[in-house]
């Protein structure tokens, strides 16, 4: 694969346009097949192979007409003698910048990335020819060519792995060299000297304007791929926040990062087995199939192991700090309906309610704020909850179902009622309580959780997306 196609790959997947392998070689084959030339061509053929959804599509012309559209400026026109006669640069079609008509010939001189610019005159690129001088390049006003070799010592000093902008003089400075500054510098030092001020003077402004073009690419470069990696390294950094340190202006990407996290787990757990070579044979069925073909073994079955969807009732305290967990927790949950449909959720503070009928009517984003809005505000107490709870479902609870608490576990004093959190775990497959708080802090000042932790099937810290990721892809395992 090129490098241009492989870095604008990287830009797709870094842009939420996921790009798999097999699509990446379709992609090859398909520049193989039509070149850089056509730029509606290219752009039609690659979308096709590329982008699956309409979300993709948007995504997909967006990183395309970024990436696919350099625009070098590079006024080299003006001779350097003023009776000689201006230079005119290569002409492309009109809607076309000319240098993306160059990428084909960019691509077969990469000559594996080593990278060999411009510099020196006698320079031979991948197909034996020589290549053209920066020296002669900037005499003639070959903005096609200049072109060419800021591309091609792009890639030689890894500009594609610029991240921050503190990098871009740095970067600006690596491609000029590689293109050969040395030997113009050097030039205009020598121009000086033989008494050629003209002549070292406006060789001075065209490297003067290199300077800018290439510096104007960089720019160009870290905005294509640092806003990408920048959202990657936030969203890396989020995973790991604690949820009720998340600022406001996060909520936006928290919603997006764990509709996908639900969503790759939805589809982990999702995918249909098949039944053939799977499992241990199951003889009896297998003979009933056979009986048509006078009990030959053609056709065999293979018992399965049902994998049971359980049945989820999620109690969240929405008091204080463990109101911006639960508001996770519950849109989690609710993203997940194709393996977890039977989700009930409740909420207190003080008295507890259930506020399933909120996400069945508005949906997490309304549903979430209404449930804490009222259920929330109240002094914790956690007695009266489980009582509540009890006289709400205990006599729907079964060994199918499975009750997630997240609380603090701070009842401001009040008994905990661990009883009935008790009769919860005997009768339930089992208890998950989810605490946001810091292990080393249970059981200090009003904390019940030396009381609590022995009535639960299993008790984890969870304050970040990460413990929350890793609680419902155990609870999908299990079943």
Known sequence: MNRPLADFIEMLRYSDVPVSIGEAMDAARTIELIGYQDRALLKTALGQV????????????????????????????????????????????????????????????????DGAGGGSSGQQGSD????????????????AGLTMAITQSADSVGLSNIVLSTQR?????????????????????????NERETEASELERRLNILFEAV??????????????????????VLKKVRLSNIENRDFKVMREMVRKMAKRLTDMNSRVRKVKNRGHLDIRKTMRRNIAYDGIMFETYWKQKEKDRPKVLA?????????????????????MNEVLPNVRSFAFSGELGEVTDLFNRYGPEEAIPEAIERFGGRSTDYGRAMEDFRDLVMDQIDNRTTVIFLGDGRSNGADPRVDILREIKNKSKRVIWLNPERKNIWGSGDSEMRKISPNCTTVEVCNSLNKLELVIRDLLKTG
């Open 50 to 113: 590329m982008a699956k959804t309409a979300e993709e599509v948007v995504s997909f012309n967006d990183c395309f007409d970024q990436f696919f559209s350099l625009n070098t400026e590079l006024d080299l026109d003006t001779p350097l003698n003023s009776n000689e006669a201006p230079i005119e640069a290569p002409t492309a079609p009109e809607d076309f910048p000319p240098e993306l008509g160059q990428l084909d010939q960019t691509v077969q001189g990469q000559g594996g990335g």
């Open 128 to 143: 034996g020819a020589p290549q053209t001088s920066l020296l002669e390049m900037l005499e003639n006003a070959d903005r």
């Open 169 to 193: 003089g740095l970067f600006t400075r690596r491609i000029m060299e590689d293109m050969g500054l040395g030997d113009i510098t050097q030039e205009i030092s020598d121009r000086r000297s």
């Open 215 to 236: 510096r104007d690419y960089v720019d160009r470069q870290l905005a294509l791929t640092a806003s990408g990696k920048s959202n990657e390294f936030r969203q890396e």
């Open 315 to 335: 109690v969240c305290d929405v008091s204080g700090s463990v109101a911006a967990v639960a508001r996770f927790l519950l849109l989690f949950l609710y993203s």
